[in-house]
T-cell receptor, first 115, second 109 residues
């Protein structure tokens, strides 16, 4: 089985721009989660989707949004980029509704640099 | 949000040495997961511990879950350069994983 894929792998944007990141989960997985990883804050939860429904959202401003499509692929969007949005954005997928006991499989991440 | 504290933050050792890293919380864990993240990659799940006092072994890695389920440790025996990476602990909470900030381990030949 192919793993979780994220595109693009690297991205450079300037302040004020917007960006869309894409995540394709493992085939058959219906849960997709997004995390932001920075050296100072570590891994922080952004949002989780299951069957196109957002089940949880982390403590991030409204500039961060996401969605999930019927084929379980997910996108996240960041509008009006700030320097502090520079980070590694990770996507994870899992197969069932039992989030707490299910294994999360992470993609390699998208490295976003905001200049 | 449950605060997970990991220590030490950084660890640099020689090949063949033993080491232990820790994950602590002031609250009880429902369950605890340990991940390893290598540069340029996403975290990979190593183990999940659920029961207080539980000990799990994965080759040279030994994971312990405290009796009170508020702490966990990861012990590596005879570390190898391939063990280099960021070790993260995490606990699930409401369709999200809450991560500690990790221990960055460097094993030099």
């Amino acid at each position: 089985k192919a793993g979780v894929t994220q595109t693009p792998r690297y991205l450079i944007k300037t302040r004020g721009q917007q960006v869309t990141l894409s995540c394709s989960p493992i085939s058959g997985h219906r849960s997709v989660s997004w995390y932001q990883q920075t050296p100072g804050q570590g891994l922080q939860f952004l949002f989780e989707y299951f069957s196109e429904t957002q089940r949880n959202k982390g403590n991030f401003p409204g500039r961060f949004s996401g969605r999930q499509f019927s084929n379980s692929r997910s996108e996240m969007n960041v509008s009006t980029l700030e320097l502090g949005d520079s980070a590694l954005y990770l996507c994870a997928s899992s197969s069932t509704t039992a989030f707490d006991t299910d294994t999360q499989y992470f993609g390699p991440g998208t490295r976003l640099t905001v200049l | 949000t449950q605060l997970l504290e990991q220590s030490p933050q950084f660890l640099s050792i020689q090949e063949g040495e033993n080491l232990t890293v820790y994950c602590n919380s002031s609250s009880v864990f429902s369950s605890l997961q340990w991940y390893r993240q290598e540069p340029g990659e996403g975290p990979v799940l190593l183990v999940t511990v659920v029961t207080g006092g539980e000990v799990k072994k994965l080759k040279r890695l030994t994971f312990q879950f405290g009796d009170a389920r508020k702490d966990s440790s990861l012990h590596i025996t005879a570390a190898q350069p391939g063990d280099t990476g960021l070790y993260l602990c995490a606990t699930p909470s409401g369709y999200a994983l809450n991560f500690g900030k990790g221990t960055s381990l460097l094993v030099t030949p």
